[in-house]
């Protein structure tokens, strides 16, 4: 579903301040895979969702989506292909706009726009069905803003968005590390059925290594600009947190030595 090639992307090249973000970045991923991905500040995780993304191009290599070479494709190109959530909530809603309103865009995204009204009786009828699955309530909201929804409710709202036009990758960008606990766990739950209820393929940034082995059947961890580890779902379930920040402590060390000897 997803195949990356050799991928690079460096930021101010040519200058003092040159980063390489990605670095010869290769990873598949099947239709249906829940990679989770981790690593320390800087290792190029949200790089590599911005590459995926379009909203980064990478500087080489080769990104292709069910088959489709898309390396080149804009943004915008891609938008019938890849759903984003993002760490802000506010990020993937517009305040100003009802629920409904803001379900309605959502339906339309990538789509060729017509003249005809934005929210239907068919559409809004949908809509409720589909927010009530999230068991907050907001079936019977639809036309309040969405400025005045919790953060929670909106992250739910943005999940629930994402997979309206059952996109060939969901891109999770640390969606839960802005809400309290509670909340965190509730959008985490949510994450996991939106996922399997639509059968996405999803890729999911977090800080919160619990989180990443909890969820997913893959876990990728980054480290300036590479992946440096990778375990498959039968790995997750026999790793723990302190196994995963001992791994993380080797590489961080193999990569100074690396440094020093070359």
């Known amino acids: ?111 060729t726009r017509g003249l005809g009204p934005g929210v239907s009786r068919s559409r809004r009828e949908r809509f409720q069905r589909e927010l009530k699955v999230l068991g907050l309530g907001l079936e019977d ?23 309206f036009t059952n996109p060939r990758i969901l891109l999770l960008d640390e969606h839960t590390a802005a809400l309290d606990p509670q909340r965190a766990e509730l959008v985490t739950e949510l994450t996991k059925h939106v996922i399997a209820e639509n059968g996405l393929t999803a890729l999911m940034v977090t800080h919160n290594m619990t989180q990443a082995l909890k969820v997913g059947n893959r876990l990728l961890m980054m480290h300036e600009g590479r992946i440096v580890f990778e375990l498959d779902a039968e790995q997750k379930k026999q790793t723990t947190v302190s196994d995963l920040m001992e791994r993380f402590a080797s590489v961080k060390g193999q990569m100074s030595d690396r440094a020093l000897l070359s």
């Open 1 to 111: 579903m997803l195949q990356l090639t050799a991928v690079d992307k460096t930021f101010f090249a040519g200058t003092v301040n040159e980063r390489r973000a990605l670095r010869g970045i290769t990873l598949h991923l099947e239709p249906g895979d829940f990679a989770t991905v981790i690593g320390s500040n800087g290792a190029g995780k949200s790089t590599l969702l911005n590459v995926i993304a379009g909203t980064l191009p990478a500087d080489g290599g080769r990104i292709e989506i069910a088959g489709e070479n898309v390396t080149k494709l804009k943004e915008h190109r891609r938008a019938k292909m890849i759903a984003r959530v993002f760490q802000d909530p506010q990020a993937g809603t517009s305040p100003h706009l009802t629920i409904e309103q803001n379900l309605a865009i959502a339906l339309a995204r990538g789509a």
């Open 141 to 163: 909201r639809l036309r309040i803003r969405v400025g005045m929804l919790s953060g929670g409710q909106r992250q739910a709202l943005s999940l629930l968005m994402a997979s």
